[in-house]
């Protein structure tokens, strides 16, 4: 699999660039989040990548951030969408908008991005509003994001709902329970500080 490409741009639109990487030219596709970070022609470039092998074709898929790539993969993760919906998806709405429209339940504008309907938008909701969440939180407490930071997170939040919490405050008294870059609290450390235990 090939994570990222590291190389000299040598074209770009807003759909896709190629990275010239030791003399080979790589076709990335590329949302348009990604292409207004792109450096200008003929300078060092390096592009998260996603490689999608099918049956007929090989393709690259590639992201200015890690935040962006992760939410890609997200929505791959959804019945009826595909790599080059989940890019469309990332290129009508920038990827903290997307964030916020799923994290809001705004089913009305999810389902305004081309290729989208009503049902996507509304699995879209239901399957990744927790993960969103949990991205969230994590962003407002100034970590950086990891698949079991946002577990842990994920689960003290509804945790904190159960209790009788509302989201957004278990959301904010979660994040406030975060101390920082290295912090590795359990779940039932993160509910303990914000309960103020």
Known sequence: ???????????KQP??????????????????SSYDRLPPLNHPCR????????????????????AERRLFL???????IGP?????A???????????????????RLSSISGIGRKTAERMVV???DKVEAAEVLAAAGRPEAPADEL????????????????DEARKMIAAAVRGPGDAASTEELIKRALGR
Not at 18 to 27: D, P, W
Not at 153 to 166: E, F, H, N, P, T
């Open 15 to 32: 759909t896709s660039a190629v990275v010239n990487v030791g003399g080979v030219g790589y076709e990335v596709f590329i949302s348009l």
């Open 84 to 88: 080059k919906l989940a890019l469309r």
């Open 47 to 66: 592009l998260l990548t996603y490689h999608h092998v099918r049956e007929d074709a090989q393709q690259l898929y590639g992201f200015a951030t890690e």
């Open 152 to 167: 842990r997170v994920r689960d003290a939040v509804l945790a904190l709902i159960a209790l009788g919490y509302k989201q």
């Open 90 to 108: 990332l290129s009508g709405l920038s990827p903290r908008e997307l964030q916020a429209a799923i994290a809001g339940g705004d089913v009305k």
């Open 127 to 129: 399957e990744l509003r």
């Open 1 to 11: 699999m090939i994570t990222f490409l590291e190389g000299i741009l040598v074209e």
């Open 74 to 80: 997200l929505l791959l993760g959804i019945a009826g």
